[in-house]
């Protein structure tokens, strides 16, 4: 998804954001997120982001292993930010959106802000490489990566469109997987803060290598 602003390093990207906090979810540069935004806070929210100009959110999982309250859990301390490229009303009060991911981030402090969402100051410092589109992909392993997506397609009965696959480059297809992963927060953390494009490939095929021997040692059926 092409975006119009040009971001073309971290010091182009405000030091303060509001953020998502959602389980499970995972953005990472250049990839595509789709949201369905129904909570009067991040309604607000999105209204804010194209108020101020920006139109970025940060999306970050919540630590629910280190969070003292259910209500406010604490964040990892790695999200990555996406501007909003597409959204569309609804109708019923909800906003139908796709984040475009620009950066990771690591959160510096958590603010007290009087807006309903939460609002983070960040440093994009330390993930300046997300700037170069498909910086080290040639390192990828790709037909490692393809013989572990073909391993779990044929245990889940699921199919896929290779045409699509052959065709894309490393950096996307390596990011479209990890996004697209079924896995939990923590694996899903671990790839969102892998230093390296060659790095986060290895570790998911590591995982999917574990969910597949796990499935073959219990008898466990695919995924439905």
């Not at 480059?169 to 996004?179: D, G, R, T």
Request: net charge negative; glycine share 8%; charged share 25%.
């Amino acid at each position: 998804m092409p975006i119009n602003a040009e971001y073309r390093g971290p010091g182009e990207l405000p030091e303060v954001i509001p953020v998502f906090p959602l389980p499970g979810a995972l953005l990472l540069p250049r990839g595509q997120m789709p949201l369905n935004i129904f909570e009067p806070r991040y309604l607000a929210m999105v209204d804010d982001c194209f108020r101020d100009g920006h139109r970025l959110i940060g999306m970050i999982q919540p630590d629910v292993t280190h969070s003292p309250s259910e209500k406010t859990p604490a964040l990892f301390r790695v999200g990555c930010v996406g501007r909003i490229t597409q959204l569309a009303e609804t109708g019923d009060g909800r906003y139908i959106l796709e984040l475009t991911g620009v950066s990771r981030f690591r959160v510096i402090e958590e603010l007290s802000v009087l807006t309903p969402y939460r609002q983070c100051k960040v440093d994009f410092f330390a993930f300046a490489d997300d700037f170069t589109a498909r910086k080290g992909e040639e390192a990828v392993d790709r037909q490692a990566l393809l013989d572990v997506l073909t391993d779990f397609l044929k245990a889940n009965n699921l199919k896929v469109d290779w045409e699509g696959i052959e065709s894309a480059p490393n950096e996307a297809l390596v990011n479209a997987l990890a996004m697209m992963s079924p896995y939990g927060p923590a694996e899903k953390q671990a790839m969102l803060e892998a230093p390296d494009l060659k790095t986060r490939a290895e570790i998911l095929i590591a995982v999917t290598e574990m969910d597949l021997a796990k499935k073959r040692t219990s008898g466990e059926p695919g995924l439905q």
